[in-house]
């Protein structure tokens, strides 16, 4: 148990709850009805992801700093700084939206696909970890990743593979989306303290795995992976893209001004 330990739960909460939040904000807006009910429930899973890893990691930080904090203080109470989480899940309208509230049904999918594939990998390898509750966190969330990860990469292939339009817009949204990945593999000191310890796999040790499974969806769905870009961002430090603020606000909103309110 460290600092490193705790801070790198948080990164796991932090991305499926904002993933959670972006993907439920096609409730009643879907392109389809089945569709709005088949995010509704990803948004669902990821959202219990994330209440799991927070619990845990009030676990861990009571231990470690002797200080008690319940789920809702991680994720209505912390500033845009502290969350940690992968930049890519932020966006909510991608290079095709006409305005800032457009939603982009194609930056969804793509990103959820990018994501899951990457996750499938790290859960199944989270099993093994020396922290038992996060084996058994792990060992949950792969199931529903694997569900994640077929829905996405399904309509992935028929956006790619479908319309004239539909392709211009997969193809967007991935040329849009694919400099953020490059920050799944970029190890830094917490990422090696936890693989140091047994707690956790380096990400970097699935990029190829993660590659492959991205090579092959995308040739199926006759679309091309954008070039490789120098720049990594930097979410997993606290630095956020302009969209962060707006989602916090409107996620943390109701929770800040009536806090301490219960049903």
């Given at each position: 148990m460290s600092q490193e330990h705790l801070a790198y739960v948080l990164r796991l909460a932090d991305n499926v709850l904002i993933l959670g939040q972006r993907n439920v904000e096609w409730c009643s807006h879907g392109p389809a009805l089945e569709e709005d009910i088949a995010l509704a429930n990803i948004s669902?899973?990821?959202?219990?992801?994330?209440?799991?890893?927070?619990?845990?990691?009030?676990?861990?930080?009571?231990?470690?700093?002797?200080?008690?904090?319940?789920?809702?203080?991680?994720?209505?109470?912390?500033?845009?700084?502290?969350?940690?989480?992968?930049?890519?899940?932020?966006?909510?309208?991608?290079?095709?939206?006409?305005?800032?509230?457009?939603?982009?049904?194609?930056?969804?999918?793509?990103?959820?696909?990018?994501?899951?594939?990457l996750m499938a990998e790290v859960w199944a390898a989270l099993q093994a970890s020396s922290d038992a509750s996060l084996a058994a966190i792990a060992a949950k969330s792969t199931k529903e990743t694997s569900y994640h990860l077929h829905h996405a990469r399904d309509w992935l292939v028929r956006f790619g593979d479908g319309t004239e339009e539909s392709h211009r817009r997969a193809q967007a949204a991935l040329d849009?989306?694919?400099?953020?990945?490059?920050?799944?593999?970029?190890?830094?000191?917490?990422?090696?303290?936890?693989?140091?310890?047994?707690?956790?796999?380096?990400?970097?040790?699935?990029?190829?795995?993660?590659?492959?499974?991205?090579?092959?969806?995308?040739?199926?769905?006759?679309?091309?992976?954008?070039?490789?870009?120098?720049?990594?961002?930097?979410?997993k430090h606290g630095e956020h893209s302009e969209h962060m603020g707006y989602l916090l606000a409107e996620m943390q909103g109701l929770a800040r001004q009536h806090p301490g309110a219960s049903w």
């Open positions: 669902l899973d990821l959202i219990g992801q994330a209440r799991l890893l927070y619990t845990h990691a009030a676990t861990l930080e009571a231990a470690l700093n002797g200080v008690k904090k319940t789920e809702d203080d991680y994720a209505y109470f912390r500033t845009e700084r502290e969350f940690v989480n992968y930049m890519i899940v932020e966006p909510h309208f991608g290079p095709l939206a006409g305005t800032r509230a457009a939603r982009d049904y194609a930056v969804t999918i793509v990103r959820n696909f990018l994501y899951s594939a849009y989306l694919m400099p953020y990945t490059r920050e799944f593999f970029a190890t830094d000191a917490i990422e090696q303290a936890v693989a140091d310890a047994g707690i956790a796999p380096l990400a970097s040790e699935f990029e190829a795995a993660w590659r492959e499974q991205v090579a092959s969806a995308l040739a199926q769905a006759t679309l091309e992976a954008p070039a490789d870009v120098k720049h990594i961002t930097s979410g």
